[in-house]
């Protein structure tokens, strides 16, 4: 558990408490019931929101190079401390590694190809030549 997750976790108790107790002054025990399930799904929302948001203003990864898939659709393969880096798979399949500022295509015969640069917070193409690891 990160300190996104035990934020949203005390946000739906926060949140799930008091919406009951104020909906159990005027419905008494149906309140409280409706007041959880209601009071309990706001910091969800709210966080799938920021998410979404975030990922359309200031994404943490690029769209793929096929163009459909986005920062929420990759799934992280490895995490490799020694460079500080990330290998990820997108939907499509494709291989990337991650290290900043830097995203790279990883191809099949282990080489990295210069993809996107992350500069002032947006993602640029990077025209760099072929990287080895």
């Known amino acids: 558990m990160n300190i996104f997750d035990l934020g949203t976790l005390v946000a739906i108790i926060f949140c799930a408490y008091f919406v009951g107790k104020f909906l ?26 920021l998410v979404l948001f975030l990922d359309k203003c200031i994404p943490t990864r ?15 393969i490895e995490s490799i401390e020694k460079d500080q880096s990330v290998l990820l798979r997108c939907k499509c399949g494709t ?34 030549e072929k990287q080895g690891n």
């Open 24 to 49: 159990a002054l005027s419905f008494g025990v149906l309140g409280w019931i409706i007041g959880l399930v209601v009071g309990g799904s706001i910091p969800l929302l709210l966080r799938k929101g």
């Open 95 to 128: 291989k990337y590694v991650q290290r900043f500022p830097y995203f790279m295509e990883l191809l099949d015969d282990g080489t990295t190809k210069p993809y996107m640069k992350k500069i002032w917070g947006i993602w640029k193409l990077d025209k760099g």
């Open 62 to 76: 690029p769209p793929c190079k096929n163009g459909t898939c986005h920062m929420l659709d990759y799934k992280i």
